[in-house]
């Protein structure tokens, strides 16, 4: 069987090697802190909601498929604004077939003229959705089917060639650990599999909401594993009064 290599203890390092492995891990831990935050405020009001929740990763990567901006509208905050009901169901049946645009304006266009252009269009000065034409309706008309696969292939390779070396460099300073071997290979091993996991899961997300669920335990999970990894090596490094053994 083979023996695992004794190492210098991280206590018992150079100030000058000590202060090396504690910069870059404090840059990592800094780094991981800023991907969560980043992540709030980009997900955090998909949903409505202040806050994160398994709602908005579903929102982020599956989009909200029960109707469109415009439907939302026309049946909520925008309903009065319809001279009557049967304008509504006009739109909502042009939504539901297909929202071409010969159709759009025969039928639809008519009923935005009259009861929306004037606040809906770029002369009345308010930030909000153009609906003087078809494309700007369009924006609004659309069924919103989340993060496209093109933009999940761009953001998972970043992620993986990111992570991955990132990993590797932190694994390696806790490799030095002093910890019982078998918590320690597990703790390194760990994150790896979170991390396909993780970007897997975004794929299936997109797919099925419900693993939604699938995308935060692996992300909790990395995230739990990489703050062992960074910080029982500093504490080890600064800490740990001399002679206390940690297995
Ligand atoms: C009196 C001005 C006014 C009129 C008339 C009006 N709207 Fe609006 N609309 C607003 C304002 C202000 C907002 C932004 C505030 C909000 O979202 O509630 C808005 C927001 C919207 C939005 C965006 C909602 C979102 O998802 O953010 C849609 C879609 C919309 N209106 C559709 C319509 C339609 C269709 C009509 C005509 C039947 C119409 N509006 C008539 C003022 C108006």
Redo the contacts with the bound molecule.
């Keep these: 069987m083979v023996k695992e290599i004794v190492t210098v203890p991280l206590r018992q390092r150079s100030t000058n090697e000590k202060i090396l492995f504690s910069g870059f891990l404090m840059l990592v831990g800094v780094g991981y802190l800023m991907a969560l935050t980043l992540i709030y405020f980009t997900d955090s009001k998909l949903d409505g909601n202040p806050g994160i929740s398994v709602q908005d990763i579903a929102d982020n990567y599956y989009g909200n498929r029960s109707g469109t ?2 439907e ?3 049946r909520g ?2 309903a009065p ?2 001279k009557s009901l049967e304008e509504r169901n006009i ?1 909502v049946d042009w939504l539901k077939s297909g929202e071409t645009r010969n159709q759009f304006q025969k039928v639809v266009q008519p ?2 003229q009259k ?2 252009l ?3 269009s770029p002369t009345s000065g ?1 930030n ?2 153009d ?1 003087s034409s078809y494309q700007g309706v369009m924006k ?1 008309a659309q069924v919103d089917t989340g993060t496209s696969v093109a933009t999940l292939v761009k953001l998972s390779h970043i992620h993986l060639f990111g992570i991955g070396l990132l990993l590797l460099s932190v694994g390696m300073i806790f490799r030095h650990a002093e910890l019982h071997p078998t918590l320690k290979n597990s703790i390194t091993v760990a994150p790896f599999i979170a991390v396909f996991v993780d970007i897997l899961a975004w794929y299936l997300t997109k797919w099925d909401p419900v693993y939604a669920y699938t995308v935060v335990v692996a992300g909790a999970l990395l995230g739990l594993a990489l703050a062992i990894q960074i910080l029982l090596p500093l504490w080890q490094m600064w800490f740990q009064p001399r002679g206390m053994k940690t297995h």
Excluded: F, G, N, T
Aim: charged share 10%; aromatic share 0%; net charge neutral.
């Design positions: 901006r415009l939302a509208a026309i905050p925008m604004q319809l739109i009923i935005l009861d929306c004037q606040c809906h308010l909000i959705p609906l609004v």
